[in-house]
């Protein structure tokens, strides 16, 4: 198990909709002259945000999901729910997939709204005008993470009830791992960023992997789908 929620962890943090606010972030330090020296210290100040925001979501889900599995009906109802979810999403993202391979990302159907990735950019747009950019960037990396659930959320919340079915009620460690996983590709970004790598190599990353991240994320929610359904049978044998 936790090999599943490291790889839940990291495909999250490299789908498109975090991919996005990562580069946007790194372009919008470079056009604002930002020293390599400060978009590190930058880099580690927003992860550090996205993190403890991402956990303390994660623990507010891990609690009240297993208050509502300690309701015989509820829990049942849920986890049938939540299966549900993940095939709808595994379809969607094998759908997102094939438009992703024709280069047509704008139109997939897992992603930010363009509501809320404006607001994100307008966040990301005050916090580096900010004079302590370092703290700022800690908050903005906060208010991101938050605003990004509408779409990281759609991974987060069944891996979540996948590591409290496979026996795992205390979920601290795993979310820890998730979240850990979740940062890798921002820490990735930022340190590369600091060698001089430019926001338009990610651009083009981003366009070329697609594809394979939602064809994997696809893979992943039929492997959660099926075992929020048939995993009381495998843990009983």
Same mark, same amino acid.
Request: with cysteine.
């Given at each position: 198990?936790?090999?599943?929620?490291?790889?839940?962890?990291?495909?999250?943090?490299?789908?498109?909709?975090?991919?996005?606010?990562?580069?946007?972030?790194?372009?919008?330090?470079?056009?604002?002259?930002?020293?390599?020296?400060?978009?590190?210290?930058?880099?580690?100040?927003?992860?550090?945000?996205?993190?403890?925001?991402?956990?303390?979501?994660?623990?507010?889900?891990?609690?009240?999901?297993? $208050?509502?599995?300690?309701?015989?009906?509820?829990?049942?109802?849920?986890?049938?729910?939540?299966?549900?979810?993940?095939?709808?999403?595994?379809?969607?993202?094998?759908?997102?997939?094939?438009?992703?391979?024709?280069?047509?990302?704008?139109?997939? &159907?897992?992603?930010?709204?363009?509501?809320? !990735?404006?607001?994100?950019?307008?966040?990301?747009?005050?916090?580096? !005008?900010?004079?302590?950019?370092?703290?700022?960037?800690?908050?903005?990396?906060?208010?991101?993470?938050?605003?990004?659930?509408?779409?990281?959320?759609?991974?987060?919340?069944?891996?979540?009830?996948?590591?409290?079915?496979?026996?795992?009620?205390?979920?601290?460690?795993?979310?820890?791992?998730?979240? &850990?996983?979740?940062?890798?590709?921002?820490?990735?970004?930022?340190?590369?960023?600091?060698?001089?790598?430019?926001?338009?190599?990610?651009?083009?990353?981003? $366009?070329?992997?697609?594809?394979?991240? $939602?064809?994997?994320?696809?893979?992943?929610?039929?492997?959660?789908?099926?075992?929020?359904?048939?995993?009381?049978?495998?843990?009983?044998?």
């Amino acid at each position: 198990s936790f090999g599943v929620v490291a790889g839940a962890g990291l495909l999250d943090g490299i789908n498109p909709c975090a991919f996005a606010t990562i580069i946007f972030l790194l372009s919008y330090l470079q056009i604002a002259r930002r020293t390599p020296r400060e978009i590190l210290a930058v880099g580690a100040a927003f992860i550090l945000g996205v993190f403890l925001a991402y956990f303390a979501v994660g623990l507010g889900l891990a609690q009240a999901l297993t $208050k509502l599995a300690a309701l015989r009906f509820a829990g049942t109802a849920l986890n049938y729910v939540l299966a549900a979810f993940a095939l709808v999403v595994a379809v969607l993202s094998f759908r997102d997939a094939q438009l992703a391979a024709r280069g047509e990302l704008g139109e997939m &159907t897992l992603q930010l709204p363009g509501l809320l !990735k404006d607001q994100i950019r307008g966040v990301i747009r005050t916090g580096a !005008k900010a004079t302590r950019f370092v703290i700022a960037a800690f908050l903005v990396g906060l208010v991101v993470s938050l605003l990004e659930l509408a779409c990281t959320g759609q991974v987060y919340l069944p891996t979540i009830q996948y590591m409290l079915k496979a026996g795992h009620g205390r979920a601290v460690n795993h979310l820890l791992l998730y979240n &850990t996983a979740f940062v890798v590709p921002l820490i990735v970004v930022f340190v590369l960023a600091f060698f001089g790598l430019r926001s338009e190599a990610l651009i083009a990353l981003q $366009k070329k992997h697609t594809s394979t991240v $939602k064809v994997l994320t696809g893979l992943l929610f039929l492997a959660m789908a099926a075992f929020l359904l048939f995993g009381h049978r495998l843990l009983a044998r």
